[in-house]
């Protein structure tokens, strides 16, 4: 399963959302940097068990450099697929979670998420002379959190099957769970020094812990940082791909939905992706809205509804301008 984006539209722009994505692109590209001394890189920065639990090895380390191993190995990723997970399903999760506690409070809660899941990950492999990276953690804690805040979410999720994307939606208690209960399988199956290089308790105790947490940092006051951020950084685009909920008499071959956008692509025009249901002939198609549509303007979409042997009906989209 592979999360597309959620039908949650923030209010303003996750300004510290993209700015970690952007600190975690600026580390892995660093890390590229380091040519053979790469090894070297992550141990120093990776988080090692070992370096905490066995006198012998934490003798190379300074308390300075033990410290911040605890808050580094978060930023440093495997290898482009593991940091292209990682963003992308901050990227999903994070702009929603941000929107509800704000700027300044999301960034502690987002770093403290992940210095707790480093912390799981010490208590399940006290011993291990093998080293942890990743964002995963620290994420796990925001999945948590918008498990909390947004339990009746649903998820628009691509499932491929045979090359063929289909496009669903999964109500996010559905989807988060099932993320979690693997967690706890993958966790039982390896042991200290196993698990192919994956945190699984990390995910475990980052998770948990931003269920925890997250009440309590959405009832912190607000600061004026984060009411400025805000204003300047208030949302003007609506999702770009949107599914649509279309409606017709069984009997009808045209199906009826609406598209939301924003007053500002109402005035200047855009595109969207539109994913429909099953009985479309086709369920992913691209929609151009030109400039100045109204709210309440309706496009047809011709021999796009149902088909039924060579008779092909049509879909009309309602456009609802928000705001």
Known sequence: MIPIRDQIQSKSYPVVTRGIIGVNILVFILQLMQGENIERFIYMYGLV???????????????GEQVFALFSFMFLHGGFLHILGNMWFLHIFGDNVED????????????LCGWISGFAHLWANWTSTVPTIGASGAIAGVMGAYLILFPKSRIITLIPILFI???????????????????????????PESGGGIAWWAHIGGFVFGMIAVKLFSRLPESRIDEKLSETFARHSSPRLQRIATAADTEDL??????????????????????????????????????ETESGTRIRLAGLGRKQGDRSGDIYLKISVDG
């Open 49 to 63: 068990p070992a370096r905490y639990s066995v006198p012998e090895v934490a003798a190379h380390f300074s308390s």
């Open 100 to 111: 509800r506690m704000g700027p300044t409070r999301f960034l502690l809660f987002y770093l």
């Open 165 to 191: 994307p289909y496009f669903i939606e999964i109500p996010a208690v559905v989807f988060l769970g099932i993320w979690f209960l693997f967690q706890f399988f993958y966790a039982s199956l390896s042991g």
């Open 254 to 291: 045209d199906l009826q939905g609406s598209v939301v956008i924003t007053a500002k692509e109402a005035r200047n025009g855009t595109r969207k992706m539109i994913s429909v249901p099953g009985d479309a002939s086709r369920r992913t198609f691209m929609v151009t809205i030109p400039p």
